[in-house]
């Protein structure tokens, strides 16, 4: 199994930016999968995660109402849409798979993590 996470980059605080969690290896569809990131110096945080058959999602109290995740099974692909970036989502993120088809907040239950992508932004 493979995770490719891409689409960090360097933005100002206010801007948008569209990250990408491409699986290989997985029966896609079939799990439910999840966003984390680790800001330097801190611990990996829950950020959302989405059922299988999309029709959960969760987030995490800091994104609410401004990052919106998603899947496209066709192209084995998750997406996380963030928009009115802070500095403090400033963070390497990370794409999981569930063990399951449900969503989980917590990191146990992911089997399989992608390499991660550094979002940065400024003030």
């Known amino acids: 199994v493979q995770l490719q996470a891409s689409g960090g980059g360097l933005v100002q605080a206010g801007d948008s930016l569209r990250v990408s969690c491409t699986a290989s290896?997985?029966?896609?569809?079939?799990?439910?999968m999840g966003w984390f990131r680790q800001a330097p110096g801190k611990e990996r945080e829950f950020v959302a995660t989405?059922?299988?058959?999309?029709?959960?999602?969760y987030y995490a109290d800091s994104v609410k109402g401004r990052f919106t995740i998603s899947r496209d099974a066709a192209k084995n692909t998750m997406y996380l849409q963030m928009n009115n970036l802070k500095p403090e989502d400033t963070a390497v993120y990370y794409c999981?798979?569930?063990?399951?088809?449900?969503?989980?907040?917590?990191?146990?239950?992911?089997?399989?993590w992608g390499q991660g992508t550094l979002v940065t932004v400024s003030s």
């Open positions: 999981a798979v569930l063990k399951g088809r449900g969503i989980a907040t917590h990191q146990v239950p992911y089997d399989y």
């Open positions: 290896g997985v029966t896609f569809s079939a799990y439910g």
């Open positions: 989405i059922s299988w058959s999309a029709d959960s999602t």
